[in-house]
């Protein structure tokens, strides 16, 4: 029951989102098929396509049955037409959305896997060299935003030492297969993921060398060393493993600014990601690949936070919602 109320509040806010996306160019001032699509793009436009996208989304219609008539597209996978890239925003979308999942995925597995670590380690050493060198380190280097780093990498490893790809995702007309294409994927790959791995790090390893830091003066810790524990199971297994609770909440909000952080960082690298692809709709004024970029990236965020509150009673069975 509680993981079916928790379900419903995440699909009570996900179709607040697809009305607010739905009404707020209906709600602007003169022809809704130009707050949709700009003035410049219905200029250029056929009066055949006019007519075509104007039936599509029902705009000589009440508002209640655009509404519907939205949501059925939506059913179908028609999340409206890209006139500046002249194909469904849906294809357009899914042909970029590999490569940003890829890159953000990973950045948020590996800063979360090395915050976890970092802070563990810290947390049982607080005071020592160690932790006095990784606690300013590390805050020193959340101070640097994203694009930031990613330019210094560029530059460095890019420009400067010429071991690194400059741009894309890619070699273009290599015709690499197989095991020659990963490793050319990783290789482009390497320098965006590092440049939002060094920032995004600082968030977990404080938040678990904290968290450590508070576990282990709790009485179970001081039981297990009574008991004669090993240094590493009491670290890992007593306190670590009760320190990530926390840790975990915070992965879920990562997310979001992961998110954001790569679309500075793809466009730092030419990287064909989502963020690349909503920076041009941005230059293109290509309304509906933006309203569909936005609404896929919140359903990934809503997902993802979802899976990250069923973790919850797997890391800690006393863990319950209210109603």
Request: overall charge neutral.
């Amino acid at each position: 029951m509680k993981k079916a109320g928790s379900a419903v509040s995440y699909l009570i806010a996900f179709i607040l989102i697809l009305m607010i996306s739905f009404l707020l160019p209906r709600l602007m001032p003169g022809n809704p098929l130009m707050a949709i699509y700009g003035e410049e793009a219905l200029i250029a436009m056929t009066p055949e396509l006019q007519a075509e996208l104007t039936q599509r989304f029902s705009l000589d219609d009440p508002l209640g049955t655009q509404f519907v008539s939205y949501l059925k597209a939506l059913l179908h996978g028609d999340m409206g037409y890209s006139y500046f890239h002249n194909a469904p925003v849906f294809d357009v979308i899914i042909a970029s959305l590999p490569w940003t999942l890829l890159l953000v995925g990973l950045a948020v597995l590996i800063s979360s896997f090395l915050g976890i670590i970092l802070g563990i380690e810290s947390g049982y050493r607080r005071g020592e060299t160690t932790d006095k060198v990784l606690l300013t380190g590390l805050i020193s280097l959340s101070g640097f935003p994203d694009f930031f780093i990613g330019i210094l990498l560029l530059l460095f490893f890019g420009a400067a030492l010429g071991i690194a790809p400059l741009a894309g995702a890619v070699t273009p007309y290599a015709g690499k297969t197989g095991l020659a294409l990963l490793i050319d994927v990783l290789h482009h790959l390497t320098l965006p993921l590092l440049a939002l791995v060094l920032v995004r790090i600082t968030g977990t390893y404080l938040l678990t060398r904290n968290t450590m830091v508070t576990t282990l003066g709790e009485a179970f810790i001081l039981t297990a060393k009574a008991k004669g524990c090993r240094e590493r199971e009491i670290r890992y297994r007593h306190a670590g493993r009760n320190s990530l609770l926390p840790v975990v909440t915070a992965a879920g909000l990562q997310l979001a600014g992961s998110i954001t952080g790569a679309l500075f960082i793809e466009i730092v690298f030419s990287y064909p990601g989502v963020g690349s692809l909503l920076y041009n709709s941005l230059l293109a004024r290509d309304y509906p690949l933006m309203q569909g970029i936005l609404l896929m990236t919140t359903v990934v965020i809503l997902l993802a936070n979802y899976m990250i509150d069923l973790l919850y009673t797997r890391l800690d069975p006393r863990i319950t919602y209210s109603r």
